[in-house]
């Protein structure tokens, strides 16, 4: 089931935002990846372009509601001005 959702969707997602008049310039990826509990981690690492950031692991019961939720944070962070 995950390589047909992953066939439509991606597997992962990197966004930046940037703005020099503010110093402003971040990163936000995001990443599934299947765990051994026959379920689908979102992996999401934020921060300053140029450091390691942070890293926040959700767990989801299966790869559909994985992909739905790395689809509403990718489409909240570019209303935010993340491109």
Known sequence: MM???LSMFPASVLIHRVDPARNMRRFYRMQ???NLFSGCTLVREWGRIGTTGQCRNDLYADEGRAVSAMIALSKQKRQRGYC
Request: proline residues 17%.
């Open 32 to 34: 599934l990846q299947p």
């Open 3 to 5: 390589n047909e959702q």
